[in-house]
């Protein structure tokens, strides 16, 4: 029968330190006596063997040293091991101290008895942990392992190495690193060598026949990923490419060799993780009722993910598609089963059904995502735009308003600046009627609204529909060469909102610093060569002209807005003009009444006599 050294017998492993622990005391009289120390002495040997054996027993159970793994022994266990020596020592040393000389017993022996115990101890554990990946490591084949090269020599790389070698059934083995930190370079990291810069990138893989390069730096700006990928596609090789997790997950403890997954467009786009006050959004949401309005979409699925975090007492899932809302269900039963919920199949236009899910399920807090958001589809649907968009929000914040919500948080577009299309220039009806109802407010209730870019990976959004025309061969279709967009991410956004809803004050509109921003051509071309392609060669590029009520480019705010910093780095307040409230109340009846005769031109001239900078391209009849 094979010994499995990973689960070596307790009393076995107690039986060897025990043994050494026997051998240790005798060491140290010899040696503290050069090696001649008398027979007619063996009692003072014998005896102070057996008292330390006894004290070491102890010691030994009362730390739980018994139950530690040989063959997974790292520095933690090193840790009890020093607490346990140290302990010993110090003890035998005191004694002896006292009443050493009356025992004719040197004071030294206390120290050199943990020495010689140290070694013991760390030393089997060392070897049995050495064996048991040796065993592992024979078991794969050199012709079934790829050489990897690691890009970053940083606390995520280090840790990478350390898990492949490991784990060697994963198929990998670390050839080296490359970190751009001259100091590292000719330095070896858990055995590793540091082999030079980025700038060797392509030596490298020719002269170290790499199979596959993992990125280690989560926490680097989307131009540094971004180059990478360049370097390792101008060579021109069948190298592979992947990248780890974000930092925040690495100091979780929750990254693994199975965590480490292809490179996406997310990567290349990507800029250091927001981090969340979470004492600040458990004040607003822990033991709340929470209404999320379009909960089955990208955003309002998102949010409720989050939000289940922070405990509250129920969710309102409102939604107008009774699919997404009914998958959604089988998420938070598989799992948040604690959480309470509330499924509402309904739409906001409907001031009535709105009445009775506010009377009945008496919301605290409410996230309204539900809105129309297709620019194209809105240009020639403009009464939809008014009806969902702008008198779904009023009926909305009208009701928040009467049954005394504490926090209404709108979610908005930059789309709503100078806006060019209905769908834009709705958005920021939208944000006036959320900023007139917190002059209306009572001093415990915050209305805000949150504006961001292009969500990347939400319903519409331009990666997934590049994605399924390289699938079908392409061509992939961008609309302008020029085009370029602010991206972030799903998580991003729907952190962003719960930042800024926890710390907002009546009235102010919030954004997100996304950087900068990044030309739709580029993401195209990017996306095509992830998915192992040439652009222009093997996948086709056309540009298909502008539609209606696009722009070139999008803006996060006017001029006039003037953003400041907030207490997050990454979040900032739009300063907005003032307006007057019966203006207001007028437009969006005027507006009402052009959309139930579905009269376009007449909608498109009452948002821009009210939104300042709205500038119209097309004229729809």
Not at 220 to 237: L, P, Q
Request: some cysteine; overall charge neutral.
């Amino acid at each position: 029968m094979k010994l499995d050294l990973r689960k070596l017998p307790t009393t076995l492993k107690f039986a060897i330190d025990a043994l050494f622990w026997a051998v240790a005391t005798p060491l140290a009289f010899f040696t503290r006596h050069d090696w001649a120390f008398g027979p007619e002495n063996n009692m003072h040997i014998l005896l102070s063997t057996a008292i330390l054996l006894v004290v070491k027993t102890g010691g030994y159970f009362l730390l739980g040293l018994q139950r530690q793994s040989w063959a997974k022994f790292a520095f933690r266990d090193l840790g009890t091991i020093l607490r346990f020596v140290f302990s010993i020592s110090l003890g035998a040393s005191i004694v002896l101290i006292l009443f050493g000389f009356q025992w004719q017993v040197p004071r030294s022996i206390g120290i050199l008895d943990g020495l010689v115990t140290l070694f013991f101890m760390v030393g089997v554990r060392a070897v049995v942990r050495y064996l048991d990946e040796s065993r592992r490591g024979y078991s794969v084949t050199d012709k079934k392992r790829k050489n990897v090269l690691i890009i970053g020599a940083g606390e995520a790389g280090s840790l990478l190495a350390r898990e492949m070698l490991r784990h060697p059934e994963t198929g990998l083995q670390p050839i080296g690193f490359l970190d751009d930190d001259q100091g590292k370079i000719g330095h070896r990291i858990a055995t590793v060598p540091v082999l030079g810069t980025l700038e060797d990138l392509a030596e490298i893989i020719r002269r170290c026949a790499v199979d596959e390069i993992l990125i280690a730096i989560p926490s680097a700006e989307g131009k540094v990923i971004r180059d990478i990928v360049h370097k390792v596609m101008e060579t021109k090789t069948e190298v592979g490419y992947r990248t780890i997790p974000g930092i925040y997950e690495l100091l979780s403890g929750r990254v693994g060799i199975n965590r480490i997954r292809e490179v996406e467009i997310e990567d290349l786009l990507r800029r250091p993780p927001i981090e969340l006050d979470t004492a600040t959004i458990l004040g607003y949401l822990e033991g709340k009722t929470v209404m999320i309005t379009g909960a089955g979409g990208s955003i309002g699925s998102e949010l409720v993910r989050q939000i289940c975090r922070f405990r509250p007492k129920e969710l309102i899932l409102f939604g107008h598609g009774e699919n997404s809302i009914y998958q959604l269900e089988r998420e938070l039963d598989r799992d948040w089963p604690d959480i309470a919920y509330h499924s509402v199949i309904g739409a906001i236009q409907n001031g009535v059904r709105l009445d009775y899910v506010f009377r009945h399920y008496k919301p605290h807090v409410i996230f309204h995502t539900a809105a129309h958001k297709h620019v194209p589809l809105m240009e020639t649907n403009p009464e939809e735009a008014i009806f969902n968009n702008v008198i779904g929000s009023k009926n909305l914040v009208t009701l928040a308003l009467k049954y005394s919500v504490s926090h209404f948080v709108n979610i908005s577009t930059d789309k709503a600046v100078n806006p060019t299309s209905v769908m834009g220039a709705s958005k920021r009806m939208v944000e006036y009627i959320v900023q007139n109802a917190s002059r209306q407010a009572n001093s415990d209730q915050v209305f805000v609204s949150v504006r961001f870019g292009n969500v990347l990976g939400s319903r519409g959004s331009v990666i997934p529909v590049f994605k399924r025309q390289i699938s079908a061969g392409g061509p992939v279709t961008v609309t302008h060469p020029d085009m370029v967009r602010y991206f972030m991410t799903i998580p991003e956004a729907s952190q962003l909102v719960l930042q800024t809803s926890g710390q907002g004050h009546n009235g102010e509109i919030y954004i997100l610093d996304m950087g900068e921003p990044v030309k739709i051509l580029d993401l195209a071309r990017d996306l095509i060569r992830l998915s192992g392609f040439e652009p222009g060669v093997d996948i086709p590029i056309e540009f298909s002209g502008m539609r209606p009520g696009e722009k070139l480019y999008e803006e996060l705010m006017t001029p006039e807005e003037k953003g400041s910093s907030t207490a997050h780095e990454k979040i900032f307040v739009a300063q907005v003009p003032e307006f007057d409230s019966g203006d207001l109340e007028r437009a969006i009846f005027k507006l009402q009444e052009a959309a139930l005769r579905s009269d376009h031109l007449m909608i498109r001239q009452h948002l821009a006599a009210f939104i300042e900078g709205c500038q119209f391209k097309y004229e729809v009849a």
